[in-house]
């Protein structure tokens, strides 16, 4: 009894002592800006307050400690030169280094309770409080009145605060997300006129459109890839119905087999119906997207809230944490630095974000599409791909009208991994001084088919880089998988480091696919460009490529190029051979059992040079070395041949192939 006593008296001075730091401190002005452009320079008129007991959703963030501290590890952690690159952080490891403290955490939470607000949840980096309360208990604690003003471009109205928020604390907020509903989240999706003609003609779906596994094999190929192990995160502002996925499965003749976890982050409904209002149409393309490419993942997750802090932060404190992240949506801030931490979070985590990078045009017609200019994710470009059949590999790709890229119009500064490619892309309108995008691209054109109970289910209608940002984390879970099955510890974290280096090598027409035609506003040129980046991945090349800079103790193969194209051969006559190479990217000895041919393709004994030696069956690659075999084509019968050559060896997995195909003539 004397024990209980005593805890209760410690608590209760404890609590005391909060509330009397809470009511000495002077009010604190925040670290970001929150105060529209619009309301401060009179553009949009006010209408009126609201109502005083209306209900609303909000978030405080807590600032960074040691800030600078982070960006220097950051620097480190992706320096290959670095003995620290890639000993990437736990949640806890980054809540201790850099995360607020537990005191001021505490005393936030303590401020949060005696202005009358309910807790609807905390996080486990002390990076954020969500919350709800009344608009009058919002204008006393934060010293603002929340105003209803005219919509100075869209016929709305929206609701924001007069001025700038102050909290009675003793120390700085960094921002509270929820104030004002100027911008409106958009998904990355447009629909094209019911008039207009479709393009589709490879796609093994309805009327040729195409299906997630088509992108897969456009991007991948016929690898043994998956994404088995790995975890995927989605953001949405709006639920899902499940029955939707479903459906779209069902009409194509697949099976969908992974995991699916609708997670609301703040108390927001995880389920939207058509039937209530609700339009899932991106939603649904973000799981088709993700899942076809990588249909063996371990789990998906979607990430469902209110307010843009609260949905990437448990994102970042996930357990266990996503290593590939997507986020279709759009929408523009009030302060273009609001979710730098959480961003720099996710790097120094190991996690990678791909955003959607708009389809309104070029960045600089289409105005600003936010957070795809940050320089903590991966900006995701669209195009307008052709493959070689229904089902089958990538035959060309040019850049897509609509898809966003340019120079930042929020005046990101340009990050470092940058700097040399826009030195070199200078006379296609690249800033050296701003962050420039889209980094990389895929498919965004009206060719997709997509199930909703909006529209039902139909092809060829809707368009977006809300497709190909998905498209991406399921190529990095792929990635991802394959890194860690060579005995890495960690994942490949952030890839824009990476890309831009693999860009400005010797490889990079092996790693990806150049996108040279077509426009945005920008002109798609050799390299990077503002229109399609660095181009789509390339078969396995890109994953050989991102884990060329990380391998694991054991062996890992490589193969360039991963497609061979013979070209056109009279029926019964044999090509002139063409070489694969096959280089051990790993650290230890590569054992080949066999290598085999199918389809009208066969293998050529290959005499070695001064240079390479051939691979055979039953030989082995020493760490870092190369070895090469070649291949002829001899069509038997007109039309597009395909085949691949297959290599089993001690590497993971233990089966790789690179894809063939030719023509054959009479």
């Not at 307050?49 to 960074?64: E, I, K, S, Y």
């Not at 609701?159 to 604390?169: H, K, N």
């Not at 043994?224 to 459906?247: K, N, P, V």
Request: aromatic share 10%; proline share 5%; glycine share 10%.
């Amino acid at each position: 009894m004397i024990r209980k006593l005593s805890v209760f008296l410690f608590t209760l001075v404890a609590m005391v002592a909060s509330v009397s730091i809470i009511s000495q401190a002077q009010s604190q002005t925040l670290l970001t800006r929150h105060v529209r452009e619009a309301v401060v320079d009179g553009e949009a008129k006010l209408v009126g307050r609201l109502p005083a007991t209306q209900t609303m959703h909000f978030d405080a963030v807590l600032a960074l400690r040691h800030q600078p501290d982070l960006e220097d590890f950051l620097q480190e952690v992706y320096d290959p030169s670095s003995s620290s690159y890639r000993h990437f952080v736990t949640v806890e490891e980054f809540t201790t280094r850099f995360g607020p403290s537990q005191g001021d955490y505490d005393t936030l939470m303590a401020f949060a309770k005696a202005s009358g607000f309910t807790v609807v949840g905390g996080s486990r980096n002390r990076m954020d409080v969500i919350l709800t309360g009344s608009v009058a208990s919002i204008e006393k604690a934060f010293h603002v009145t929340m105003c209803v003003y005219q919509h100075p471009t869209e016929n709305r109205t929206f609701y924001a605060p007069d001025r700038e928020p102050s909290v009675d604390l003793p120390f700085q907020l960094w921002h509270i997300s929820g104030l004002d509903n100027y911008s409106i989240p958009r998904p990355n999706l447009v629909h094209r006129s019911v008039k207009a003609k479709s393009n589709a003609t490879t796609g093994s779906g309805p009327d040729q459109s195409f299906l997630g596994s088509d992108m897969r094999a456009a991007y991948y190929g016929t690898g043994a890839l998956t994404g088995a192990g790995q975890s995927l995160g989605l953001l949405e502002y709006a639920g899902t119905d499940l029955a939707d996925l479903e459906t779209y499965y069902t009409n194509v003749g697949q099976t969908e087999t992974v995991p699916i976890t609708l997670q609301s982050v703040d108390g927001f409904p995880v389920t939207c119906y058509a039937s209530e209002g609700c339009d899932d149409t991106e939603q649904t393309i973000d799981m088709t997207q993700a899942l076809g490419m990588a249909p063996g993942l371990a789990s998906l997750v979607m990430y469902v809230g209110y307010n843009d802090s609260a949905i990437f932060n448990a994102m970042a404190t996930a357990n266990p944490l996503n290593a590939q992240l997507s986020c279709s949506w759009y929408w523009s801030p009030a302060d273009p630095k609001t979710l730098d931490p959480i961003f720099m979070e996710f790097a120094a985590q190991g996690q990678n974000l791909f955003d959607a990078a708009g389809d309104a045009f070029s960045w600089q017609i289409g105005g600003s599409i936010w957070p795809a200019d940050n320089a903590y994710l991966v900006s995701v470009g669209g195009t307008d791909l052709e493959t070689q059949s229904a089902g089958g590999p990538w035959a060309s790709e040019t850049a897509w009208l609509n898809g966003g890229g340019g120079f930042s119009p929020n005046n990101i500064p340009i990050p470092s991994w940058q700097l040399v490619t826009a030195d070199q892309c200078i006379d296609v309108a690249c800033s050296t001084t701003l962050r420039n995008g889209p980094d990389v691209s895929a498919n965004a054109n009206f060719t997709f088919y997509v199930c909703a109970d909006q529209d039902g289910c139909n092809a060829n209608y809707y368009g977006g880089t809300s497709f190909a940002a998905p498209m991406w984390a399921g190529y990095l879970a792929l990635a991802n998988q394959q890194l860690l099955a060579n005995g890495s510890a960690t994942t490949l974290g952030f890839i824009n480091p990476i890309l831009y280096a693999i860009g400005l090598g010797s490889n990079y027409d092996t790693d990806f696919h150049d996108i040279t035609v077509g426009s945005n506003g920008y002109s798609a040129t050799e390299g990077y460009d503002l229109a399609t980046g660095w181009g789509s991945p390339n078969g396995s090349g890109l994953i050989t490529g991102l884990l060329g800079t990380v391998v694991g103790s054991g062996p890992a193969a490589g193969y360039s190029p991963v497609l061979l194209n013979f070209g056109t051969r009279g029926v019964g006559k044999t090509s002139a051979p063409k070489k694969v190479i096959l280089t051990n990217v790993g650290k230890s000895t590569l054992n080949i059992s066999t290598i085999t041919t199918s389809g009208d393709f066969a293998l050529k004994a290959f005499t070695a040079t001064k240079k390479l030696t051939p691979c055979v069956n039953g030989g082995t690659v020493a760490a870092g070395a190369t070895c090469a075999i070649e291949v002829t084509f001899t069509p038997t019968q007109p039309g597009t041949r395909t085949g691949d050559v297959t290599f089993t060896d001690n590497a993971s997995p233990t089966t790789q192939q690179v894809a063939l195909t030719g023509f054959g003539r009479y």
